[in-house]
């Protein structure tokens, strides 16, 4: 029985949330993947089916804001470090990336 309400879009949503990072910016992943699911997550408003402004609403607009900074910096940081493996870039690069990533709201992502 699906969920109601403004809670039970809250947990949809977080649900639907997990399961597209599961899927496409995994433990492997490629830059094609991170790009499609940015690109996804931008087109579909984080707080639909809810009431907003509640706390269910604020927390998956957070979440889902924390998600496109995450896949953001991992799109520009085209390695592989740690755990953070790329398909398509399957080595350590500390020549142009053994760097901190800095993010600003409006603004391109940075490596400094």
């Known amino acids: 029985m699906p969920a109601t309400g403004t809670r039970g879009a809250a947990v949809e949503n977080m649900v639907r949330l997990r399961r597209m990072l599961t899927d ?22 984080a707080t639909a089916g809810m009431d907003y402004p509640n706390v269910s609403a604020h927390q998956i ?14 799109l520009t940081r085209c390695e592989s470090r740690g755990t953070h493996f790329r ?21 391109k992502v940075k490596l400094q």
């Open 61 to 74: 607009h957070n979440a889902f804001q924390l998600t496109e900074l995450v896949l953001e910096a991992a």
């Open 24 to 45: 496409f910016a995994g433990v492997v992943r490629s830059g094609e993947e991170i790009g499609w699911l940015l690109n996804h997550l931008r087109q579909v408003p």
């Open 87 to 107: 398909s398509d870039y399957p080595a350590k690069n500390d020549t142009e990336f053994c760097k901190h990533v800095i993010q600003q709201q409006g603004r």
